[in-house]
Nanobody, 128 residues
Framework: QLRLVESGGGLVQPGGSLRLSCAAS????????IGWFRQAPGKEREGISC????????AHADSVKGRFTVSRDNSQNTVYLQMNSLKPEDTAVYYCAARGGRSRNFCPVYAKYEYEYWGQGTRVTVSS
């Protein structure tokens, strides 16, 4: 069974940090770009970070640029999202998704229909 599993969410104070992980099972991530998305209560799911299959191409949305960093370790079949200087408006459920095909080396791509596999999400709450 092909799965993506996110972990690392939780409750953190404003200004704090978290590192999210996205682990794949049933397939290898080497041939896939990974996008990170988030969905806050009452809002649409938005793309925030992207890393190409070879990690040469990365991108971050303006809302997280300079605070979040995406990386991958293909030997561990895992992609990470390091989140620093967290703000209350970062509160959301965070999802990772995998995108294969000819554009897999290219970021940013945040169109949700481009992504084939999705994780179940991990909740991040930023609050004092």
């Amino acid at each position: 069974q092909l799965r993506l599993v996110e972990s690392g969410g939780g409750l953190v104070q404003p200004g704090g940090s978290l590192r999210l992980s996205c682990a794949a099972s049933g397939f290898t991530l080497d041939d896939y770009a990974i996008g990170w998305f988030r969905q806050a209560p009452g809002k649409e799911r938005e793309g925030i970070s992207c890393i190409g299959s070879s990690a040469v191409s990365t991108a971050h949305a303006d809302s997280v640029k300079g605070r979040f960093t995406v990386s991958r370790d293909n030997s561990q079949n895992t992609v990470y999202l390091q989140m620093n200087s967290l703000k209350p408006e970062d509160t959301a459920v965070y999802y990772c998704a995998a995108r294969g095909g000819r554009s897999r080396n290219f970021c940013p791509v945040y169109a949700k229909y481009e992504y084939e596999y999705w994780g179940q999400g991990t909740r991040v709450t930023v609050s004092s």
